[in-house]
């Protein structure tokens, strides 16, 4: 399979533990991109890379937030002393170049208890 | 900075009649997508609009964009069950930015 790969599907952590979801973008995609959605509502925007480079970061992220993409490959977003209001799926996706769609992957659904 | 959304939120429509989602953006783009979400699963893509007068169509559902109104629809034509979907227009590229700005989300239940 070629898509977009996330890892865990599924995170179950206490309040105040740090977490860490990895995505494997597409391959020959050097653009990936990190979305927050909650139940209802459309996915939200986190942050942006062009291969290494971070390129923007939402101002809605906490300093709790961080993420990374080394060698331009694969990603990892981590969110330090979760709070119950961080509960959401967290989706990433990469895209090929501008003018074309970004493809998802199936995300990372987060329960903090 | 850039707003996006959509109307009406909720559709409920019965099988073999038509409709038109609206999707409204606050600033300039050209690049506009349109995206369908089961419940629980990830979005898949559906249209690709990049031009003013662009018009794409596939199945059942046909997508425009006109950049001047900076306005976009989803046009269901004899809706059936299995487009019972959350659907959402998605932006790229206002000022400046390669992220794409997500709408509020449409969900569409069509009923037997």
């Known amino acids: 399979d070629t898509g977009v790969s996330q890892d865990p599907r599924h995170k179950i952590t206490k309040r105040g533990q740090n977490v860490t979801f990895r995505c494997d973008p597409i391959?020959?995609?050097?653009?990936l991109y990190w979305y927050r959605q909650t139940l209802g509502q459309g996915p939200e925007f986190l942050t942006y890379?062009?291969?290494?480079?971070?390129?923007?970061k939402s101002r809605l992220l906490s300093d709790r937030f961080s993420a990374e993409r080394p060698k331009g490959s694969f990603s990892t977003l981590e969110i330090q002393r979760t709070e119950q209001g961080d509960s959401a799926m967290y989706l990433c996706?990469?895209?090929?170049?501008?003018?074309?769609?970004?493809?998802f992957g199936q995300g990372t659904r987060l329960t903090v208890v | 900075e850039l707003k996006v959304e959509q109307n009406p939120l909720f559709l409920s429509m019965q099988e073999g009649k038509n409709y038109t989602i609206y999707c409204n953006y606050s600033?300039?783009?050209?690049?506009l997508y349109w995206y369908r979400q089961d419940p629980g699963k990830s979005l898949e893509s559906l249209f690709v609009?990049?031009?003013?007068?662009a018009v794409k169509q596939e199945g059942r559902l046909m997508a425009s964009l006109d950049t001047k109104a900076r306005l976009s629809t989803l046009h269901i034509t004899a809706a059936v069950h299995d487009l019972s979907a959350t659907y959402f227009c998605?932006?790229?590229?206002?000022?400046?930015?390669?992220?794409?700005?997500f709408g509020t989300g449409t969900r569409l239940k069509v009923l037997a």
């Open positions: 391959s020959e995609h050097n653009r």
């Open positions: 998605a932006v790229e590229g206002a000022s400046g930015t390669y992220k794409y700005i």
């Open positions: 996706a990469s895209s090929a170049q501008p003018n074309t769609e970004a493809f």
């Open positions: 609009l990049l031009s003013n007068g």
């Open positions: 600033t300039t783009s050209d690049r």
């Open positions: 890379f062009q291969n290494e480079a971070q390129l923007e």
